[in-house]
């Protein structure tokens, strides 16, 4: 399946926005989505995660509160609703899909399936 994440821009701190992932195919729909971020010269940090039937979500600590990941599988699409931005939360934002178990879910390296990422900026 190949992803597609958009939605990135400029948004002042304390604004919102709302990234969308596209999938390619309806396998999307049974697998786990992640959203992950990385800022210039750190790690990618996961951010959010949602479950292949939405039925549970998971968040960094950093975001709890003002994030929301959500999917809609008739559509083929993942969203992060990001409000009251930061600027610790700009960077480039990617979304992630596979098979992943829930102990993992968290974990970058154990999604297959990957979008090119989208870049979020933060003004003060």
């Known amino acids: 399946v190949q992803l597609q994440a958009y939605g990135g821009g400029l948004v002042q701190a304390g604004g919102s926005l709302r990234l969308s992932c596209l999938a390619s195919s309806r396998t999307f729909s049974g697998y786990e989505m992640g959203w992950f971020r990385q800022a210039p010269g750190k790690e990618r940090e996961f951010v959010a995660a949602?479950?292949?039937?939405?039925?549970?979500?998971y968040y960094a600590e950093s975001v709890k509160g003002r994030f929301t990941v959500s999917r809609d599988n008739a559509k083929n699409t993942g969203y992060l609703q990001m409000l009251d931005r930061k600027q610790e939360d700009m960077g480039v934002y990617y979304c992630?899909?596979?098979?992943?178990?829930?102990?993992?879910?968290?974990?970058?390296?154990?999604?297959?399936?990957w979008g090119q990422g989208t870049q979020v900026t933060v003004s003060s």
């Open positions: 992630a899909a596979g098979a992943v178990s829930r102990q993992n879910i968290r974990t970058a390296r154990k999604y297959g399936y």
């Open positions: 949602i479950t292949y039937n939405s039925g549970t979500e």
